[in-house]
């Protein structure tokens, strides 16, 4: 069957499909691949991108997503997520999603077998429960955050209810005059299972085929990390911070390590009491109100930020090079903790394994060039 790529003109608010031969897209493998791939073939397009496996279909944790963009300045990102949305569209019959040009209004997406284009009202809320309600149970659903709708540099593309990524992409949607994408669960196509289950004590997710390599670390705390040392009111404001901050679009692990450090050498501008529950709301509620001061805005930008723009030397870890066998993860869409990544042995067992094909390292090593030599031409 080949690859399937849903077009939608979103100016003229027109669809169509085009097809990948099996040969392109089994050498891609789908994801980060043939991601590139489509930017290769349709350089002067400025798209916003979901690009699905080519050789993973079915519903579990595995199975990781491209959403790649480019915007009016050529500048091309991405991020990997994980989730339902992948295996929905594939539901619908399609691999891929690629939004072209700019809609004159704000508007939603709605896939059911169709594609519904319907208009965004202001009095919509922009949660994946309103969405629910609005579109189905049955949906998954990438929308922006609330500081996307306020033209904030902070905003993230939120993924049903509990998944985020920033980079740039929830701008570069809402530019395109879109807010959220949904996709329904459908049955027009048949997605097979593998029969595979391993017996694996790492497995943390439910479903998954394989589960983890290594034993996952538990996710290290921060200063909004609820306690059992905290009073039930402390861990229930604590929670409902979370979901504030969340909302928003900002990364609470980084402005929890942003706190930390304005509180440790800032405190003569930021005056901040403790970093208890009751003041973290405060500090809070002053960096996602409309009318905030412009220092606790600059919180939610990071310690470096901060650490640039008052002069504080601080100790920087050299980055490690990327490693470039998650560019085969990604393609393929494998769960990075379900593989090896430093292993291309292990990694073509692996995809091999669950997609019932024969790929050999070789296959990705030249995998890896071809993505390197696409991303080097579209620079």
Known sequence: ?????????????????????????????????????????NPKTNPFMVFTSAIISYPNPICKYIIMAKDESGNITYGTLGGNFSYYLKTNSYDALVLLGKAREKKEIFIDDEVFINNFEKSDNLSFSALRKKYGKDISSIYISKSATKGDELSRLRVDEYQGISRGLANILLAKNVVSINVKKNNLREIKTPQIYEENPNRNCPGCLLGCLEKRRDKKENIFSTSERN????????????????AYGIDIFALSKTIEFAYENLNHIY??????????????KNIVEDKREEIYK?????RNFLAEKYAIKTTKKKAKNKNPNIDIIDSAGLCLFAVNPKDLSNISQTINKLSGKNYSEDDLEYLINEIEKIKSSLK
Request: aromatic share 10%; glycine share 6%.
């Open 271 to 284: 005056k901040f009491k403790n970093l208890q529950a009751e003041n973290l709301d405060t500090i809070c």
């Open 1 to 41: 069957m080949a690859y399937k790529i849903l077009i939608i003109d979103l100016e003229n608010e027109n669809t169509k499909v085009e097809y990948v031969e099996d040969e392109i897209s089994n050498s891609y493998l789908g994801g980060l691949g043939l991601s590139y791939y489509y930017l290769s073939q």
């Open 298 to 302: 600059d919180l939610a930008k990071g």
């Open 231 to 246: 009073s039930i009111s402390e861990n229930q404001k604590l929670e409902e911070i979370k979901k504030i901050l969340d």
